[in-house]
């Protein structure tokens, strides 16, 4: 460096000053240094809060492209091959240099062939939704193709070349013309490493051969397009394209297809032309060379075979793809066949029937090599070529049977290894003994690898092979596969989670490994110098031995390695997801969509269903399912005795840290945390009264699973919350028929059920449904009563019309009329009893009812709307009372808005102030007053009764005695089935009748009306005459003493004082309901003070302040 810069300064004056040390340069590094170190402590203490913030939900499974750091081992050297090839004998350098040349040019052929060209024809045609292919779209993606073709079309052409160039380079050494001039002396020489690479190169070819003939997708995709094509050629205009462009393209398609697409890349490249008699190289004839290549292959395949198929094995099998290879390329250079190396070529199948050469695409070296070397293949008879293959089904039914046992096995040496890398990892190195510690590293790190490749071929072989003969797999065959994988990935994970230290060893290791080559060396050099003899070939050896030697003097760089190698020839963890993510980085090379993110995207949503339909979903519904029986275990609903059906440990999955996919994380424990909220509080909102029930799952999710739940704020009902406000609302028809009202305790009672026990609804309930649901739902449910009211009252005017009851009940008014002067104003009992009897008469329903029991239910259904709407409002009431009752003084309470506004807080504390000042403002005002509904109900309906078209409703008055008979004998009835076994019907109490008497009554404007009747009196008087006069019997007959006589007695007289019982119940209740509606005073009375109020509030506002002063508001 220093000698170059002293050159640029000669050559640019205008520099000189520099020369001149004035110390800037050293201020300006110090700045430089402060800057730097002043970034790393600043990342560092970033990087520190980004591992602090997520230590929790840092996953075990990494991805080496996402990782913020990553440590690569391999050394970089700027020295090219030219430079590491320097000896003072001219011509080795040329030749070691013109081997290596093409060796680093095949391995990067083979790096660029495995990085992009098998993953962009892999996968060709993947990411298409599975609804089906839309039209064209399989064209569209044969065009956006074809430059991907074109690009492997040159790739294979320069592979051609690079073997060609192999050949006669190797051709040119080993030269059995003895006119042609010796480069060296190649006597004892073996370039195995060539021969090795040339293998390697012709693998390439074979793997794109192979991935062709297995891709049906792309043949048919290729057909359609050339179809396209036809259809184009004939109506060029339409599709905008020139005519005089299309052969050309045309030619180009068939160049393709003719190179890649019929599975002649491999033999189009051995039966090239090596001889090139022009330039003087001859390569058929050249039986030196015959002879040297044939002695390589039997060498390298000696090394193969050896180790192929044991547990030391790593790479072997794909030198035996190359061996095969070199076999079938020396075959059609040559002409010749060693039968013997054949045979022992096909041997190898017995122990491996196939080898995987990239990804899904599997070899059978059996059908390469009889179809590939014909001449050989008539030598072999039929009966071993069937056992070799009838071999591959003993081979998997083999693998299905020990599958397991070698599952165990590797569990077992994978952990143990696991344990020695962190036992040796975590020791320091002790400086006696540092050679016998890196050894025993270089140990441990080589088993792990080995243990690897071992699992990675296992899985690859196994999986491919099923699939290439169509086998199925058993459940638990799939499940050890994936157990390996896991193993797989935890040997990966250990290197990686152990890098750092991995890393120190690795730079130890090779610096003891290249000490201990260059002592061979040394040896080695020692030995051909004390040889005085003196010999071209001698001085060879100790030019590569120097060459050698120097060139391990380096850092340990695949270049060195492989000059090294040449130089010797003359001389001598659930890591499941992780593995899942491991082919995203070859899907990056997919040319036949728009953009790879397409086709990424597409297999994280297919991975992420699965995932979600087989694990999570199933282990949500399983946690349910588990929290629900634990719950309601009093149910008894099945056994679950853990003897009997087993018992499954959930708890596990959620010790599991995140999982990284793509670009989230999967955190088990919180996708089941957030489905477990998410059900609880759906289910909750559906059915409040089961918040108790919900609340305890959660409970037991926190307990029994470590679930961190999250409370669900909705307002809890109680557990007897009864019916609900909008149930009710929305079947007020059927409630108010199947539900009896009674009006002191303000109680509705269910009249029949299925079940051992009748629902009640009290003001409890309904002001708990109140706080639910919100005091708007008070007015919907009076508009909702309102609309309910409608449909009766029409009912109600057609049977008050009905020509029967009206004729009877206008000639019981002019009897009364007529007679109440005699009848002491009272309305006689008997005529209603009369009545009562008489509609009977008319007809009655199948179960025995007439139509005044009908009309009495109608009233009464009445009757229960309007004691519904009465508990509305004291629910209301309770329910306002009670979430005010943590205001101190209702008289006095305090505007939050003007203190906080004082305190001079900020905006969003002021809206929130005005918000609590409207809130208590609204509760203050509801629970002072509650709304007056029946007086809004009454005036909605009073003048539409009392117009003169519904004269015919003025009767009504009439017919309350009838009805009030005909409730007290249906009253007594349902008392009585209260004692009896069948209580079918039976009823203690139904006031809902009373109410929707007084209601009408007041409708009509009747109560003076029916109050002339003086109907209660008369039944008063009625049932004690009746008394009175079974009493001075009883004094008739007591000397008599016949028991019969005084028994019916006394019964009659209960049953008279249970009449006037009921009766005067009925009485007290009617009168209690007339109160709810001003009973006291008339309708003109009530129109009077309505009109008094009004006049006097238009006198207090013209006393008041003008509208021209509306700060005195």
Known sequence: MFSSGMAVETIAPDWEFDRFDDGSQKIHTDVQLKNYAKFLEEYTTQLRGIEEALDDSIGDVWDFSLDPIALKLLPHEQSSLLELIKTDNKVLNKVITVYAALCSEVKELKYEAENKFYNGLLYYGEGVSDCGVVEGECQIQIGRFISFLQELSCFVSRCYEVVVNIVHQLGALYNSNKAATKIIDSSGVHFQVVYEHLGELLVVLLTLDEIMENHGTLKDHWKMYKRLLKSVHHNPGKFSIAEEKLKPFEKLLLKLEG?????????????????????????????????????????????????????????????????????????????????????????????????????????????????????????????????????????????????????????????????????????????????????????????????????????????????????????????????????????????????????????????????????????????????????????????????????????????????????????????????????????????????????????????????????????????????????????????????????????????????????????IKAYVTHYLDKTFYNLTTVALHDWATYSEMRNLATRRYGLTMTEAHLPSQTLEQGLDVLEIMRNIHVFVSRYLYNLNNQIFIEKASNNKHLNTINIRHIANSIRTHGTGIMNTTVNFTYQFLRKKFYIFSQFMYDEHIKSRLIKDIRFFRETKDQSDQKYPFERAEKFNRGIRKLGITPDGQSYLDQFRQLISQIGNAMGYVRMIRSGGLHCCSSAIRFVPDLEDIVNFEELVKEEGLSEETQRAAGVLDSVLGDLTSNSAEGTEYFKMLVEVFAPEFRRAKNMHLRNFYMIVPPLTVNFVEHSISCKEKLNKKNKTGAAFTDDGFAMGVAYILKLLDQYLEFDSLHWFHSVSDKYKKEMNAVVKEQHLHSASQDQKLLQTMNLTQKRLDLYLQEFELLHFSLSSARIFFRADKTAAEETQEKKDKEDASKAGSSDGPSPAEPGSK
């Not at 070296?365 to 072999?380: E, G, M």
């Not at 990686?496 to 230290?501: D, K, P």
């Not at 051909?528 to 060879?540: G, M, V």
């Not at 008894?636 to 999955?653: E, I, Q, S, T, Y």
Request: proline share 3%; hydrophobic share 40%.
């Open 259 to 667: 190179q890649l697409l019929e599975g002649m890349i491999l033999q189009a490249c051995v039966d090239q032309r090596f001889d090139t008699p022009g330039e003087g190289v001859s390569i058929a004839k050249n039986n030196a060379f015959a002879d040297e290549f044939a002695f390589n292959i039997r060498s390298i395949f000696s090394n193969v075979e050896s180790k192929i198929g044991e547990p030391s094995e790593i790479d072997q099998r794909d030198k035996y793809a190359g061996v095969c290879a070199l076999f079938v390329l020396h075959f059609h250079i040559f002409r010749s066949v060693d039968k013997k190396l054949y045979k022992a070529l096909l041997d190898v199948c017995k122990k491996v029937p196939a080898v995987t050469l990239t990804a899904n695409i599997i070899w059978f070296p059996d059908t390469f090599l009889l179809t590939k070397v014909p001449a050989a293949a008539k030598l072999i008879d039929k009966k071993s070529v069937q056992a070799t293959r009838a071999h591959r089904d003993t081979f998997l039914q083999q693998r299905a049977q020990t599958l397991a046992k070698d599952v165990q096995s590797y569990y077992v040496f994978v952990t143990s290894w696991m344990m020695k890398m962190e036992s040796i990892l975590c020791k320091e190195h002790k400086s006696d003994r540092m050679a016998e510690d890196l050894n025993s590293r270089c140990n441990v790190f080589v088993q792990g690898i080995l243990y690897a490749y071992s699992i990675s071929t296992i899985i690859k072989t196994t999986m491919n092979m099923y699939m290439s003969m169509q086998r199925p797999m058993t459940k638990t065959f799939v499940k050890a596969l994936c157990r390996l994988v896991e193993l797989l990935k935890a040997v990966e994970h250990t290197f990686h989670r152990r890098s750092m230290v991995v890393a120190d060893s690795v730079s130890h290791i090779t610096q003891q490994l290249q000490s201990q080559a260059l002592n061979a060396i040394c040896v080695a050099k020692k030995r051909a110098i004390s040889d005085k003899k003196y010999s071209e070939q001698r001085l060879d050896v100790l030019s590569s031995l120097v060459l050698a030697e120097n060139v391990l003097s380096g850092p340990s760089i695949k270049e060195r390695r492989l000059v090294v190698s040449l130089a010797l020839c003359v001389g001598t963890q659930l890591y499941m997801f992780s593995a899942l993510r491991d082919c995203v980085p070859s899907m990056l090379q997919t040319k036949h969509m728009e953009s790879p993110d397409q086709l990424l995207e597409n297999y994280d949503k297919e991975i992420m269903v699965v995932f979600n339909e087989h694990l999570l979903d199933k282990l949500c519904k399983e946690i349910e399912k588990d929290l629900r029986l634990s719950v309601h275990t009093h149910l008894k609903l099945d056994d679950r005795n853990p003897f009997k059906v087993g018992m499954k440990d959930l708890a596990h999955f959620f010790y599991l840290k995140p999982i990284r996919f793509f670009n989230r994380f999967i955190h």
